[in-house]
């Protein structure tokens, strides 16, 4: 039992140390400095503190839409925009297309 308890406590102050709330707002203010300096930069740093996938996630969630059609309207809309999201991509299959 003691093994029990003492496992219980050391969960406990693991819980109380990770939600301080000093420790919440440092984490926090990292974060989004990272993240705001990645997108000051235009680096690609942005894509890897953003979790794309739990994102469209919970916007299809609360557009009540499957993840499937929130994925198939997000390409499409990728597709049409003039910021071509996904340019880079295109232009790899055209240049395995044309090596073939």
Known sequence: MSLLLGQAHKEDTR????LDETQVARTAEEYYGRLTAS???????WKALIPGRPLLGMLAAGARLPL?????LYV????ESERQPFGEVIQIFQHFAESS
């Open 15 to 18: 819980f109380r140390e990770t």
């Open 39 to 45: 997108l000051e930069s235009d680096s690609e740093d």
């Open 68 to 72: 499937s059609r929130a994925k198939t």
């Open 76 to 79: 499409n809309v990728g597709l």
